[in-house]
T-cell receptor, first 113, second 109 residues
């Protein structure tokens, strides 16, 4: 199984809502990532988890809260988002952080209204 | 901080023409990776180059890593409509991948 599964595929939420994005991989990868991608832009790193511990938080606003319940799962909790947070949110995993091939999920296309 | 620059930003070709995208890093890279993202899709890993001066081929795609390990290129011979998408180079920082801005390729038949 070389897949990274993300749910939901699409999400529309109001600025006062709380929602969560979910990501799952069963490749035994020890590093998992959240990226944000705006239209016609490259993926922009948000968070890195290595061995289930948060190792990088790229100055992301606190309205985004990551969680890694176990080595296969990664969540991104969303609260009080702004319309400019609308984007494609990509989860990825790799054997070890940083140096090896990253496998990306299909992403969650988020619209904040 | 580390930057990865990529040119051109857009390229349109006729089917059958060749295509090249170039990637330059501000620092020496331990490796460089290339990804392809189809319209509406997610990045998909193509290849990783590790050695100085390395050249790798995948069918019509040729990847090169510069001698100084600061630049790289992807060349597609005789493009097909299936090659449409955005090609990203990405360099590791030691913690995660930093992506170049990408080159978006369009192909007309």
């Amino acid at each position: 199984d070389t897949e990274v599964t993300q749910t939901p595929k699409h999400l529309v939420m109001g600025m006062t809502n709380k929602k969560s994005l979910k990501c799952e991989q069963h490749m035994g990868h020890r590093a998992m990532y959240w990226y944000k991608q705006k239209a016609k832009k490259p993926p922009e790193l948000m968070f890195v988890y290595s061995y289930e511990k948060l190792s990088i938080n790229e100055s992301v606003p606190s309205r985004f809260s990551p969680e890694c319940p176990n080595s296969s799962l990664l969540n991104l909790h969303l609260h009080a988002l702004q319309p400019e947070d609308s984007a494609l949110y990509l989860c990825a995993s790799s054997q070890e952080k940083g140096f090896t091939e990253a496998f990306f999920g299909q992403g969650t296309r988020l619209t904040v209204v | 901080g580390q930057q990865v620059m990529q040119i051109p930003q857009y390229q349109h070709v006729q089917e059958g023409e060749d295509f090249t995208t170039y990637c330059n890093s501000s620092t020496t890279l331990s490796n460089i990776q290339w990804y392809k993202q189809r319209p509406g899709g997610h990045p998909v890993f193509l290849i990783q180059l590790v050695k100085s001066g390395e050249v790798k081929k995948q069918k019509r795609l040729t990847f090169q890593f510069g001698e100084a390990k600061k630049n790289s290129s992807l060349h597609i011979t005789a493009t097909q409509t299936t090659d449409v998408g955005t090609y990203f180079c990405a360099g590791p920082t030691g913690t995660a991948l930093i992506f170049g801005k990408g080159t978006t390729l369009s192909v007309s038949s």
